[in-house]
């Protein structure tokens, strides 16, 4: 550690849904000293920073001397990464790969914030160790990007798979799980057809940041393994959040219409990619556990 006093921790996406919750995680801790790192949503005293310019990136890391960088920037829209292929790679594959060479040379530790897409949903649960196999080209960028940052000799670097997240957002679209509230409480008479073939693991971007919070303070003696699982453990297809929903919020679901035949069009999605999470509770045994939250209890505490 850099200064005896303070843990220096670098997040960067910190304006966004998972990097904000994060940001804020270790700047109410004491013990920390924080830097948010932001580009397209620059606010609340973050630093705005291009990690795509490779030297301005290297002089504000070797400045603030980070014991940890978090690294939640990402493309995380499938569709869009499916339009724009090519600046989803930069951002998924060239920019993690980068913060992992600046990780053997500035001896700071690298989580790169990864994905349950890196599977392609047919044999769950998956273990750290699966084989990864995406089936659509978030998930391939998202892969590549675990590669770039496993690759780099020297590094101490650290990937953390999540599944799909909800929390706290400026707007409910920001969320593949909070927008579903928005139609439920749709009075317009529109009719939704609803998946209720693929089974998801909504997991609570509170939840996660409290947990990076915690790895950051494990004793040397715990020793992190290259891939870790995050996941809340309750499965839902969008179907039945939408009826957990309804039921919270006193709402009518009778718009919002159950499809449970495989998706024909759009972009390709995995079945289940259920997270085993087993290494990880292991890892933190003493130190909080998983520790998650169900969906029930988050929406109603406000964690949504």
Known sequence: ???????????????????????????????????????????????NLDLTDE???????????????????????????????????????????NLAKLSKALKFKLVYISTDYVFDGTSPPYTPSSPTNPLNLYGQTKRDGEIAV????????????????????????????NVLLDYVADTSGKRYKMDHYA???????????????????????????????????????????????ARIRGLSHEHIIADAEPPKEGTPRPRDCQLYTRETEELMEGYGGLSWTPFEEAVNSGMF
């Open 150 to 177: 496993l690759s780099m000799t020297g590094s101490q670097s650290i990937v953390l798979r999540v599944p799909v997240l909800y929390g706290p957002v400026e707007k409910n679209s920001d969320s593949a799980i």
């Open 1 to 47: 550690m850099s200064s005896t006093t303070s843990l220096r921790v670098v997040v960067t996406g910190a304006s966004g849904m998972l990097g904000s919750q994060v940001y804020n995680a270790f700047k109410q801790d004491d013990g920390c000293t924080v830097l948010g790192l932001a580009h397209s949503r620059t606010k609340d005293g973050l630093r």
């Open 199 to 245: 089974t998801r693991y909504p997991t609570n971007v509170v939840d996660i940041a409290d947990f990076l919070l915690r790895l950051t303070k494990l004793p040397p003696s715990r020793v992190i393994p290259p891939i870790l699982h995050y996941s809340a453990g309750e499965p839902f297809t969008k179907y039945e959040i939408c009826l957990v929903l």
């Open 55 to 97: 030297s301005s990136t290297e002089e504000t890391l070797t400045v603030f001397k980070p014991d940890w960088v978090i690294h939640c920037a990402a493309e995380r829209r499938p569709d869009i990464a499916e339009k724009d292929p090519d600046a989803a790679r930069v951002i998924n594959v060239s920019v993690p790969g």
